[in-house]
Protein backbone atom coordinates (compact mmCIF):
# COMPACT_ATOMS: atom_id res chain seq x y z
CA UNK A 1 0.00 0.00 0.00
CA UNK A 2 1.47 3.13 -1.14
CA UNK A 3 1.02 6.53 0.26
CA UNK A 4 0.45 9.29 -3.04
CA UNK A 5 2.26 12.30 -1.66
CA UNK A 6 5.73 12.21 -1.01
CA UNK A 7 6.29 8.19 -1.74
CA UNK A 8 4.62 8.17 -5.41
CA UNK A 9 5.35 11.95 -6.05
CA UNK A 10 7.00 14.78 -4.68
CA UNK A 11 4.37 17.05 -4.21
CA UNK A 12 5.19 18.27 -0.49
CA UNK A 13 6.77 20.88 -0.98
CA UNK A 14 4.46 22.83 -3.69
CA UNK A 15 1.37 21.93 -1.69
CA UNK A 16 2.60 23.30 1.51
CA UNK A 17 4.17 26.16 -0.15
CA UNK A 18 0.54 27.04 -1.64
CA UNK A 19 -1.29 26.46 1.73
CA UNK A 20 1.14 28.91 3.42
CA UNK A 21 0.06 31.19 0.69
CA UNK A 22 -3.44 31.08 0.32
CA UNK A 23 -3.59 30.75 3.89
CA UNK A 24 -1.78 34.24 4.60
CA UNK A 25 -4.71 35.68 2.56
CA UNK A 26 -7.01 34.91 5.14
CA UNK A 27 -5.33 35.50 7.85
CA UNK A 28 -3.49 32.48 8.51
CA UNK A 29 -0.15 32.97 8.81
CA UNK A 30 2.08 30.01 8.90
CA UNK A 31 5.68 28.85 7.48
CA UNK A 32 5.90 26.46 5.08
CA UNK A 33 8.23 24.39 7.15
CA UNK A 34 5.40 24.38 10.20
CA UNK A 35 3.12 22.72 7.47
CA UNK A 36 4.98 20.20 6.57
CA UNK A 37 5.90 19.25 9.91
CA UNK A 38 2.08 19.65 11.18
CA UNK A 39 0.28 18.52 8.76
CA UNK A 40 1.86 16.42 6.10
CA UNK A 41 -0.05 12.69 5.80
CA UNK A 42 -3.27 14.54 6.98
CA UNK A 43 -6.28 16.30 5.15
CA UNK A 44 -6.49 19.27 3.94
CA UNK A 45 -10.15 19.38 5.90
CA UNK A 46 -8.45 18.67 9.16
CA UNK A 47 -5.24 21.25 8.71
CA UNK A 48 -8.05 24.32 7.95
CA UNK A 49 -10.14 23.53 10.81
CA UNK A 50 -7.28 22.85 13.27
CA UNK A 51 -5.33 26.01 12.01
CA UNK A 52 -8.87 28.27 11.89
CA UNK A 53 -9.30 27.45 15.87
CA UNK A 54 -5.79 28.38 16.76
CA UNK A 55 -6.59 31.33 14.41
CA UNK A 56 -9.76 32.35 15.30
CA UNK A 57 -10.49 31.99 11.68
CA UNK A 58 -13.68 30.39 10.14
CA UNK A 59 -12.17 28.77 7.34
CA UNK A 60 -14.79 28.04 4.65
CA UNK A 61 -15.33 25.08 2.66
CA UNK A 62 -15.04 27.05 -0.92
CA UNK A 63 -11.25 27.86 0.64
CA UNK A 64 -10.68 24.10 1.00
CA UNK A 65 -12.22 24.17 -3.41
CA UNK A 66 -9.42 26.84 -4.40
CA UNK A 67 -6.55 25.59 -2.12
CA UNK A 68 -7.10 21.98 -3.89
CA UNK A 69 -7.72 23.79 -7.66
CA UNK A 70 -4.48 26.08 -7.16
CA UNK A 71 -2.21 23.04 -5.78
CA UNK A 72 -3.61 21.36 -8.95
CA UNK A 73 -2.81 24.00 -11.36
CA UNK A 74 0.55 24.17 -9.82
CA UNK A 75 0.97 20.31 -10.05
CA UNK A 76 0.89 20.81 -14.14
CA UNK A 77 4.52 22.43 -14.31
CA UNK A 78 5.97 21.58 -11.13
CA UNK A 79 5.34 18.15 -10.22
CA UNK A 80 7.72 14.91 -10.63
CA UNK A 81 7.67 11.73 -9.69
CA UNK A 82 9.95 10.24 -6.33
CA UNK A 83 13.32 9.60 -8.06
CA UNK A 84 13.07 5.26 -9.13
CA UNK A 85 9.48 4.90 -8.52
CA UNK A 86 9.20 4.05 -11.93
CA UNK A 87 11.64 1.00 -12.29
CA UNK A 88 10.67 0.13 -8.15
CA UNK A 89 7.24 -0.38 -9.44
CA UNK A 90 8.24 -2.59 -12.24
CA UNK A 91 9.97 -4.67 -10.18
CA UNK A 92 7.03 -5.57 -7.61
CA UNK A 93 4.44 -8.35 -8.91
CA UNK A 94 2.90 -8.38 -6.05
CA UNK A 95 -0.82 -6.07 -6.32
CA UNK A 96 -0.58 -2.87 -5.21
CA UNK A 97 -3.13 0.59 -4.49
CA UNK A 98 -2.81 4.03 -3.60
CA UNK A 99 -4.26 4.96 0.41
CA UNK A 100 -3.97 8.88 0.44
CA UNK A 101 -5.25 11.54 2.87
CA UNK A 102 -5.73 13.58 -0.93
CA UNK A 103 -8.75 13.94 -2.50
CA UNK A 104 -9.73 11.46 -5.18
CA UNK A 105 -9.22 14.23 -7.63
CA UNK A 106 -5.63 15.33 -6.81
CA UNK A 107 -4.61 11.41 -6.69
CA UNK A 108 -5.41 10.64 -10.13
CA UNK A 109 -4.38 13.93 -11.79
CA UNK A 110 -0.56 13.62 -9.45
CA UNK A 111 -0.70 9.78 -10.76
CA UNK A 112 -1.76 11.15 -14.64
CA UNK A 113 0.99 13.96 -14.45
CA UNK A 114 3.63 11.29 -13.43
CA UNK A 115 2.46 8.08 -15.85
CA UNK A 116 2.32 6.26 -12.87
CA UNK A 117 -1.53 5.61 -12.92
CA UNK A 118 -1.31 2.59 -14.82
CA UNK A 119 0.32 1.22 -12.21
CA UNK A 120 -2.31 1.46 -9.56
CA UNK A 121 -5.92 2.04 -11.18
CA UNK A 122 -8.62 1.16 -10.17
CA UNK A 123 -7.48 0.55 -6.54
CA UNK A 124 -7.26 4.30 -5.30
CA UNK A 125 -8.12 4.88 -1.84
CA UNK A 126 -8.48 8.34 -0.37
CA UNK A 127 -9.80 9.30 2.88
CA UNK A 128 -12.60 10.70 1.90
CA UNK A 129 -14.25 6.95 1.58
CA UNK A 130 -13.66 6.42 5.42
CA UNK A 131 -14.88 8.05 8.44
CA UNK A 132 -11.41 8.90 9.79
CA UNK A 133 -8.34 9.97 8.17
CA UNK A 134 -5.07 9.40 9.08
CA UNK A 135 -3.65 8.64 11.66
CA UNK A 136 -6.70 6.69 12.54
CA UNK A 137 -6.50 3.32 10.85
CA UNK A 138 -9.67 3.49 8.89
CA UNK A 139 -8.03 4.30 4.98
CA UNK A 140 -5.75 1.24 5.60
CA UNK A 141 -8.48 -1.01 6.97
CA UNK A 142 -10.52 0.01 4.01
CA UNK A 143 -8.20 -0.50 1.58
CA UNK A 144 -7.14 -4.66 2.88
CA UNK A 145 -10.89 -5.02 2.92
CA UNK A 146 -11.22 -4.03 -0.24
CA UNK A 147 -7.89 -5.66 -1.95
CA UNK A 148 -8.96 -8.80 -0.11
CA UNK A 149 -6.30 -9.14 2.37
CA UNK A 150 -5.37 -9.12 5.91
CA UNK A 151 -3.99 -6.06 7.29
CA UNK A 152 -1.50 -8.83 8.51
CA UNK A 153 -0.47 -9.77 5.45
CA UNK A 154 0.03 -5.69 3.99
CA UNK A 155 2.53 -3.77 3.67
CA UNK A 156 2.49 0.20 3.96
CA UNK A 157 4.91 2.74 2.24
CA UNK A 158 4.61 6.00 4.00
CA UNK A 159 6.12 9.24 4.78
CA UNK A 160 4.75 10.94 7.34
CA UNK A 161 4.47 10.89 11.02
CA UNK A 162 0.55 10.65 10.61
CA UNK A 163 1.34 8.01 8.05
CA UNK A 164 2.91 5.38 9.93
CA UNK A 165 0.60 5.57 12.70
CA UNK A 166 -2.34 5.18 10.88
CA UNK A 167 -0.66 1.76 9.01
CA UNK A 168 0.31 0.67 12.55
CA UNK A 169 -2.70 0.75 14.23
CA UNK A 170 -4.40 -1.07 11.36
CA UNK A 171 -1.93 -3.99 12.36
CA UNK A 172 0.54 -3.58 9.11
CA UNK A 173 4.23 -3.85 8.47
CA UNK A 174 4.94 -0.55 7.39
CA UNK A 175 7.79 0.96 5.60
CA UNK A 176 9.01 5.08 6.47
CA UNK A 177 10.03 6.50 3.49
CA UNK A 178 12.47 10.02 3.53
CA UNK A 179 12.92 10.54 -0.37
CA UNK A 180 10.72 12.90 -0.68
CA UNK A 181 11.82 16.63 -1.15
CA UNK A 182 10.41 17.58 1.80
CA UNK A 183 11.93 15.18 4.39
CA UNK A 184 14.51 16.88 5.89
CA UNK A 185 16.93 16.22 9.21
CA UNK A 186 15.42 14.16 11.88
CA UNK A 187 12.47 13.24 9.61
CA UNK A 188 13.83 9.50 9.73
CA UNK A 189 14.03 9.34 13.29
CA UNK A 190 10.47 10.70 13.44
CA UNK A 191 9.21 7.72 11.24
CA UNK A 192 10.90 5.41 13.54
CA UNK A 193 9.58 6.76 16.75
CA UNK A 194 5.93 6.83 15.14
CA UNK A 195 6.40 3.16 14.60
CA UNK A 196 7.86 2.63 11.60
CA UNK A 197 9.64 -1.12 11.13
CA UNK A 198 11.95 0.09 8.73
CA UNK A 199 13.22 4.15 7.24
CA UNK A 200 14.72 3.82 3.61
CA UNK A 201 15.63 6.77 1.20
CA UNK A 202 16.06 5.22 -2.08
CA UNK A 203 12.72 4.48 -3.98
CA UNK A 204 14.88 1.73 -6.10
CA UNK A 205 16.09 -0.41 -2.87
CA UNK A 206 12.07 -0.92 -2.36
CA UNK A 207 11.81 -4.13 -4.66
CA UNK A 208 14.55 -5.81 -2.46
CA UNK A 209 12.98 -4.68 1.44
CA UNK A 210 9.59 -5.98 -0.08
CA UNK A 211 10.70 -9.04 -0.84
CA UNK A 212 12.80 -9.60 2.54
CA UNK A 213 9.83 -8.37 4.29
CA UNK A 214 7.65 -11.25 2.52
CA UNK A 215 4.14 -8.85 2.71
CA UNK A 216 1.66 -8.51 0.18
Not at 22 to 35: P, R
Not at 162 to 178: C, I
Request: some cysteine; hydrophobic content about 40%; charged content about 25%.
Amino acid sequence: MFDCDGVLVDSETVSCRVDSELLAEIGIKVGVDEISERFVGTTSREMCETLGREHGVDVPEAFRRRLLDTILARFETELTPIDGIADALARLPQPRCVTSSSEPRRIRRSLELTGLLAHFEPHLFSAKMVARGKPAPDLFLHAAERMGFVPADCLAIEDSVAGVTAARAAGMTVLGFTGGGHCGPGHAERLERAGADLVFAEMRALPDLVQARGAA
